[in-house]
């Protein structure tokens, strides 16, 4: 794909090379997440922030990353302090702010929203989460991780076994992330749900065509004694038309440090996108793993930054510049130590 002023609205759009060309930019902006170097490349650029859904990692990350790359970023914050709620369609949200913005990120509870706005849109859009569609941006920041980690166990991701563990109907993670991992050769999915949250299957079968072994289950400990990765995740309490419903499912599917030693291989990467529900009656991921050095949750979050700024700087065609626009940071940054 050219990245160039491309929308990233789906998985779909990528193939094999174009992930290559991501993480290879990924990398080079390490030193400038870190703030051990900082440049100004998009010095003059705005980043339209559109969340109309709850986010801490999402929205800070992106507007993190374009500040990083010398932009600045304008917020909107929840559909109730937006226009929306008077009435207004997305498509005339879009030709507005695209008139404010040189690239907009947007998050939306329903399906095919940002597609739809970013079809009016004068601006590249990125899918920051549509519902329980997608969530682009965190599976390339997921696969990043698992690329990483699997790095340092002298590993790549063809061949890699991943246990997909919750709310597999209604979490768009794991829906992106399955996409993506099509583009790989010869990896076993194993897929830990209830029965009524389990994967839809036009994800099943699509990791089926790409010739994958896929297991679908709903039995967690006799299922990840054979795996490289837990991807744990949360019952998405939010896209249920009863919450209380959601109260069935949670808690279901725990992992702590005596499951995790009982039945993991010692090295088994622990990965969720977070948040996790830390209440008592869910806690999908228990703090007692916090020492654990296999568990990569915070890794993972931090990734995004990188894979972020990866996205803006290919989409607004300055990743060749980043570099000779180097400068040093000036200020007492903990992270030169390292
Ligand atoms: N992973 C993720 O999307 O987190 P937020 O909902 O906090 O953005």
């Known amino acids: 794909m050219d990245f160039t002023g491309a929308h990233i609205l789906s998985i779909e759009q990528f193939q094999r090379q174009d992930i290559e060309t991501l993480f290879r930019t990924a990398d080079a902006m390490e030193p400038y997440a870190q703030r051990k170097k900082m440049t100004r490349v998009l010095e003059g650029a705005i980043l339209g922030n559109m969340f109309f859904e709850a986010s801490t990692r999402t929205r800070i990350s992106f507007g993190s990353a374009f500040n990083l790359l010398g932009g600045e970023v304008r917020e909107s914050v929840g559909a109730e302090s937006s226009s929306l709620v008077k009435g207004e369609s997305l498509r005339d949200t879009a030709r507005v702010l695209s008139g404010y913005s040189d690239i907009i990120c947007m998050r939306h509870p329903q399906a095919g929203s940002v597609a739809e706005f970013a079809s009016a849109s004068r601006v590249p859009v990125i899918n920051g989460g549509d519902g329980s569609n997608e969530h682009p941006s965190q599976a390339l920041l997921d696969l990043y991780t698992i690329q990483r980690e699997l790095m ?68 967690l400990e006799a299922n990840i004694s054979s795996v490289d990765i837990v991807y744990s995740t949360r019952i998405q309490e939010e896209r249920f ?56 949750i915070f890794r993972q979050a931090d990734n995004g930054l990188i894979v972020r700024m990866a996205l803006f700087a290919l989409i607004l065609d300055v990743a060749h510049l980043v570099d000779k626009y180097a400068q040093d940071v000036r200020w007492f940054n903990h992270r030169s130590r390292s």
């Open 152 to 219: 340092t166990r002298g590993r790549s991701i063809d061949g890699v076994r991943i246990a997909m563990i919750g709310d597999l109907k209604y979490g768009r993670t794991v829906h992106s992330l399955s996409k993506l991992l099509c583009l790989f050769r010869n990896v076993k999915v194993v897929l830990v749900s209830p029965s009524e949250l389990a994967m839809p299957e036009t994800y099943v079968a699509s990791l089926r065509d790409a010739g994958h072994q896929v297991v679908v289950t709903d039995q």
């Open 241 to 296: 038309q009863d919450r209380q419903q959601a109260d069935l499912y949670r808690g279901r599917f725990r992992l702590n440090q005596a499951i995790y030693t009982r039945h993991c291989e010692p090295n088994t990467v622990i990965m969720h996108p977070l948040p996790r529900d830390s209440r008592a009656e869910a806690n999908e991921l228990d703090a007692d793993l916090d020492s654990n050095p296999n568990l990569a």
